[in-house]
Every structure is written in C-alpha cells, then in structure tokens.
Nanobody, 116 residues
Framework: VQLQASGGGLVQAGGSLRLSCAAS????????VGWYRQAPGKQRELVAV???????NYADSVKGRFTISRDNAANTVYLQMSSLKPEDTAVYSC???????????WGKGTQVTVSS
C-alpha cells in the first residue's frame, strides 16, 4: 500500500487543521492506521490510532483536541486537529499496519507549524 499525507500548513495557536492520509494499492480497510509526529530534536511519537473496526486511541497530549477517523470507501484516514498549540508543531506522518502479516507502511509526512 502507498500512503500520502496532506493537509499540513501554518496556523495560529488555537486554530484548526485537518490532515488526510490517502492510500492506494491495497484494500485500506484491513489496515490499522496511526498518525505519528516528530518535532526537531525529538523522538517520533504516536499521536492517534484507529483500528480496522473504528476503535480509536490518542496520546494524552492531544486528547480532547484531535480526532482520528476513517473513510474506507475513500481509502482515507483523517486527523482533525483543533485548539492547536505551538508544541504541536512537527512533521506528521501516517502509518498503516496489517496485523495478519505484521507489515507496516509509511507515507511521506506533512509539516504542521503552529505559531504563538
């Protein structure tokens, strides 16, 4: 499966962005999908994940502000980000994981910059 993340940009603190992770080349619904981010000088961290059945989990730092969702018909997973903070600034990437094979796939990231 090939993944492409988009929707990043520059936004003021308190603003919102919606990221998209579009997939091609496979049946997307069989993959769990996670959004990760990596800020300069920091380790990559898991932000949110959605299972094949639609169950979701979030990092404590984004709970109540970010929402992950999926549209299998459109082969796309979204990350709605609200009440953005400067510390949310990072490159955001999506990952698709197929449990039956243990394989996972990464898409090229998209930059999110939140100004104070």
């Amino acid at each position: 499966v090939q993944l492409q993340a988009s929707g990043g940009g520059l936004v003021q603190a308190g603003g919102s962005l919606r990221l998209s992770c579009a997939a091609s080349g496979s049946i997307f619904s069989i993959y769990a999908v996670g959004w990760y981010r990596q800020a300069p000088g920091k380790q990559r961290e898991l932000v949110a994940v959605i299972s094949t059945g639609g169950n979701t989990n979030y990092a404590d730092s984004v709970k109540g502000r970010f929402t992950i969702s999926r549209d299998n018909a459109a082969n796309t997973v979204y990350l709605q980000m609200s009440s953005l903070k400067p510390e949310d600034t990072a490159v955001y990437s999506c990952n698709a994981y197929y449990r039956a094979s243990g394989l996972d796939y990464w898409g090229k990231g998209t930059q999110v910059t939140v100004s104070s």
